[in-house]
C-alpha cells in the first residue's frame, strides 16, 4: 500500500511526508523492504549494478538560467548539489513547447514524428495528430523487457484523451509505465488540479485511496508520490532496476505557491528586470555557463514603464518560491534514494521542457471575477490582483520571462536560444568519474537523444517492431560519452519546427528563422546571444543548411509548413451566407475565421456528456475585446458574446450524462439565445453584433490565447465533441468596420 499523508503546517522539507498513522506504516515497509534487500543474492546484486536505476526529472516552462548552478537567484541547493558532484551540460535542447517536448522525450524522435508536432488536437496531418502514434515507442515500452519497472509522477500531455470516458490508449500504464500519479493535461491550479489520475482512473484529491494531506499543493503531491513509489519498488521488485520520470508542473502559470515559500522572496525583485539581468550574466559567466565574451539580449520592457511594481515583483517571488518548492521535493526523493541504498547507482537526469514563457494568461485588468455563472466566483486575475493564491490565475509575463531565459532571444514557442536551451544536470556516482565532478560539458544535446542514453544505460534494445507496428528507427545518440568527457559523433545536425518557427544547428552554425520570416544564420561559437545574423555573408551556407532542413522537415512529418493552423488552408470568402462543419480540434487562424462582424450567427453543436460536471470551450472565435463562445461549466452551457469588452451571455440547464445537441443564436437585432433540446432561453445583447472581426481565430474544443469568455484559457472541453456547425448571415450592419 502508499502512503496516506497528512502535510505539517510547518515549512520543514518534510513537511509533506509527517502523517497521522502514516509512520507506522511506512516504518513497515520500509524494514520490510531492508530485509529484502539485505538477502538478495549476488545475481541480484549484479543485475543491479549492470543496469543502473534511472530517474528523469523535467520542470515546466522554467529559463535556461533559473537554478543558481546556472545563474540564477531562486534557491535550489538540491540541483546546485547534483551539478556539484555531476555534469552540467550547456548547450543542450528542447523543442520550445511542452506537450511536443514530451513526445520527443520519451520517444527518441522528433515530435512531429512522434505525432505531436503542435498542441492536443488532430490537425489533419500525421505530423500533427495531438496522440503519440503507434509508430514509436516510450522509454518505458523499451525498457521493460530489460527488467526495468517504471514509473511516472506529474505531467503527461501527450494525448487529448483526458475524460472518463475517453479511448486510454495513450495514458501512460498503455504506454509501458507500471504506475501513474499525476494529470493528463497540461496547465492548472496547483491547489486544485483538475484531472488528477492514479493509475488508469480519474480521482480528486477526496477521492484519492493512497494519498490525502491536509494541504494539497501539486508539486509537493508529485514530490511524494515519487518517494512513494520508490518505497514501494524496494518493497515489491528490489531485484529489478526501475525508471522513475518525474514531470514536474512547477513554474508553469498560474503562479501558485504557499505563503512560506513566496515570504523568502520578499522584496528581492522590487529593483526591477535589468538589475537581476546583469547579475545573472555576470555569474553565468563566473560559472562558466556562457563564454566571458558573450553579449546580453536587448531588454524586453523597462521597469520605469511599469505601472503595478509592486504586484509585477510579486509574479516573480511566487515564480522563485514555486521553483524553490520543486527543488526541495528533488531533494526528498534524493534522501529516498540514499535510505533505499539506491543512491551510488542511480542516474539522475534534470532538465526542462521549453524556455521560459512569455504568455500573458491573467495578466490583464480585472474584470471576470464580477462576472459569474451558476454563482461560483472565477479566478482572480489582473495587476491589481496579488498572485500566489488558489484563487488566483496569472502568468509572470514576458519582462520576467526575459530575466529567466538571460542571456538569450525569445521564449517559449520560438526557436531561438530563448525557446529551446534548457539545462541538463547528470548525476551518477558510479558512472562519472570523480575527475567530472562539477564540470561542465559544452558539446550540444538533444531531447532525442535521452531515449538512446536509457537504451544503452539498461543494455535494452530498441525495437524495429512492436505490438505489430513498424517502429520508426531513434533520431538521437547516446550522450554517456559525454558524461565522461568523450566526444558523441552525430550523423546528423540538430533540428526544430514549431509554430513555423524553424532551426537547424550543425556544429558551430545555426540558421534559424521565425514563421513566415527570411533565415538568420549565426555562428554560435561566437555569439550564442544571436545577435549577428551572418546570412548575407554566408550564403552558400545558408543554402546548404536551408537544403538539409527541408530534407529533414520531409522525411519528419514537418510538412505541410503551418500544418498544424489545420487542413483548411484557404481564407473563407464572401459575404453572403455561411456554413462551416467543423469537429473537434479543428483550429482557424485570424486570417482563415469567418468575418463575423456585423453578422448573424448560429452554433449548433452536438456533445457527448459522461456526467453532470462536463466543462470547458466548444467553439470560441476571438479574444479578450470581441468575440463569441459557446462553453460549459458545471455541466451549464453558457453562450458568451463580448463586444468591445462588454459582454452578454445566456446560459442554459445542467445538462446529464448522455449525447445532447446545443443551439446558439445571435440574431440581426443582436439577442442572444440558446436552445438545449426543448428548451430555449433569451437575452438583449449590448444593442448591437460584433463591431469588428476579432483579432483572434476560431477554436473547436480549446480557447487558446486571450479567452473570450469569463474562463481561464485555454479551458479544454473535458468531453466528446461530436460536431459543431458554423453558420453566418449576410451582413445586416452597415455600422460594422470595413
Not at 508553469?252 to 539581468?277: N, T, V
Request: glycine content about 10%; proline content about 6%; some cysteine.
Amino acid at each position: 500500500m502508499f502512503l496516506r499523508a497528512a502535510n505539517k503546517t510547518s515549512s520543514s522539507d518534510d513537511n509533506s511526508l509527517s502523517a497521522r498513522g502514516y509512520r507506522q506504516v511506512l516504518s513497515g515497509v520500509l524494514i520490510l523492504g531492508l530485509v529484502i534487500a539485505s538477502v538478495m543474492n549476488l545475481s541480484t546484486l549484479s543485475l543491479a549494478a549492470d543496469r543502473p536505476n534511472i530517474l528523469l526529472i523535467m520542470s515546466d516552462d522554467m529559463g535556461y538560467s533559473d537554478l543558481g548552478c546556472y545563474g540564477g537567484i531562486a534557491k535550489t541547493p538540491q540541483l546546485d548539489a547534483l551539478a556539484a558532484n555531476g555534469v552540467r551540460f550547456t548547450q543542450f535542447y528542447n523543442t520550445a513547447r511542452c506537450c511536443p517536448t514530451r513526445a520527443s522525450l520519451l520517444t527518441g524522435l522528433y515530435p512531429h514524428q512522434a505525432g505531436v508536432g503542435h498542441m492536443m488536437e488532430d490537425r489533419g496531418f500525421d505530423g500533427y495528430r495531438g496522440n503519440l502514434n503507434r509508430q514509436c515507442v516510450t522509454i518505458a515500452e523499451v525498457l521493460r523487457p530489460a527488467g526495468y519497472r517504471n514509473y511516472v509522477c506529474g505531467k503527461w500531455h501527450v494525448t487529448p484523451q483526458r475524460g472518463a470516458g475517453g479511448d486510454r490508449a495513450n495514458w501512460p500504464l498503455q504506454r509501458g509505465f507500471d504506475k501513474f500519479y499525476g494529470t493528463l493535461a497540461g496547465a492548472g491550479n496547483f491547489f486544485r488540479p483538475n484531472g488528477l489520475c492514479r493509475q488508469n482512473e480519474l480521482i480528486t484529491m477526496k477521492t484519492d485511496p493512497e494519498y490525502s494531506p491536509e494541504r494539497y499543493y501539486y508539486t509537493d503531491a508529485i514530490s511524494d508520490n515519487a518517494v512513494g513509489f520508490l518505497q514501494q519498488h524496494v518493497a515489491e521488485t528490489p531485484d529489478h532496476p526501475f525508471f522513475l520520470y518525474v514531470a514536474y508542473t512547477a513554474a508553469h502559470w498560474p503562479m501558485h505557491a504557499l505563503p512560506e515559500d513566496i515570504a523568502k522572496y520578499q522584496s528581492l525583485f522590487d529593483d526591477g528586470y535589468e538589475p537581476h539581468r546583469q547579475a545573472r550574466m555576470k555569474k553565468m559567466k563566473e560559472l562558466g555557463v556562457i563564454s566571458p565574451d558573450s553579449q546580453l539580449s536587448t531588454a524586453a520592457k523597462n521597469w520605469d514603464e511599469v505601472t503595478h511594481k509592486e504586484w509585477e515583483a510579486r509574479c516573480m517571488e511566487v515564480y522563485c518560491a514555486m521553483i524553490d518548492n520543486m527543488d526541495r521535493g528533488i531533494g526528498r526523493i534524493v534522501d529516498q534514494l540514499k535510505k533505499n541504498g539506491q543512491w551510488e547507482n542511480t542516474v539522475i537526469l534534470f532538465l526542462q521542457d521549453n524556455g521560459a514563457c512569455a504568455e500573458t494568461i491573467g495578466r490583464a485588468p480585472d474584470s471576470v471575477s464580477a462576472e459569474r455563472s451558476g454563482g461560483g466566483a472565477r479566478p482572480r486575475t489582473g495587476p491589481n490582483v496579488m498572485p500566489g493564491p488558489a484563487d488566483t490565475y496569472i502568468a509572470y509575463g514576458q519582462g520576467w520571462a526575459n530575466v529567466s531565459n538571460t542571456p538569450f532571444r525569445e521564449y517559449k514557442h520560438w526557436v531561438h536560444e530563448g525557446g529551446i536551451s534548457t539545462p541538463l544536470i547528470a548525476h551518477w556516482p558510479t558512472g562519472i568519474s570523480s575527475t567530472r565532478q562539477g564540470q561542465l560539458e559544452h558539446q550540444p544535446g538533444h531531447l532525442i537523444d535521452i531515449m538512446a542514453t536509457c537504451v544503452e544505460l539498461a543494455k535494452a534494445d530498441y525495437p524495429s517492431e512492436f505490438q505489430g507496428e513498424n517502429i520508426k528507427p531513434r533520431e538521437g545518440i547516446s550522450l554517456l560519452p559525454a558524461l565522461n568527457g568523450m566526444p558523441i559523433e552525430r550523423s546528423q545536425p540538430l533540428f526544430w519546427e514549431h509554430e513555423g518557427n524553424r532551426a537547424i544547428r550543425e556544429g558551430r552554425w545555426k540558421l534559424v528563422a521565425k514563421s513566415d520570416r527570411p533565415w538568420e544564420l549565426y555562428d554560435l561559437e561566437t555569439d550564442r546571444t544571436e545577435l549577428m545574423n551572418l546570412a548575407t555573408s554566408h550564403p552558400e551556407r545558408v543554402r546548404d543548411l536551408e537544403e538539409k532542413w527541408n530534407a529533414y522537415a520531409e522525411r519528419a512529418n514537418v510538412l505541410p509548413l503551418g500544418g498544424w493552423r489545420g487542413a483548411r488552408a484557404e481564407p473563407l470568402q464572401g459575404t453572403s451566407k455561411q456554413r462551416l462543419e467543423l469537429k473537434a480540434g479543428d483550429r482557424l487562424s485570424p486570417q482563415q475565421s469567418p468575418p463575423i462582424q456585423g453578422r448573424a450567427l448560429t452554433i449548433t453543436a452536438k456533445i457527448e456528456l459522461s456526467g453532470d460536471s462536463a466543462h470547458g470551450v466548444i467553439l470560441a472565435q476571438g479574444g479578450t475585446q470581441h468575440g463569441v463562445s459557446l462553453f460549459l461549466e458545471k455541466g451549464k452551457p453558457i453562450f458568451f458574446v463580448r463586444v468591445a469588452g462588454e459582454s452578454c451571455q445566456v446560459a442554459g440547464p445542467v445538462l446529464k450524462s448522455g449525447t445532447h445537441t446545443l443551439t446558439a443564436k445571435l440574431s440581426a437585432e443582436g439577442r442572444l439565445s440558446l436552445q438545449c433540446g426543448d428548451q430555449t432561453v433569451e437575452k438583449t445583447a449590448v444593442g448591437r453584433l460584433l463591431i469588428r472581426k476579432p483579432g483572434d481565430g476560431l477554436q473547436v474544443g480549446r480557447d487558446e490565447g486571450g479567452a473570450v469568455g469569463p474562463y481561464p484559457a485555454p479551458n479544454a472541453f473535458s468531453d466528446r465533441i461530436e460536431s459543431v456547425v458554423f453558420e453566418l448571415e449576410p451582413t445586416v450592419q452597415s455600422g460594422a468596420d470595413k
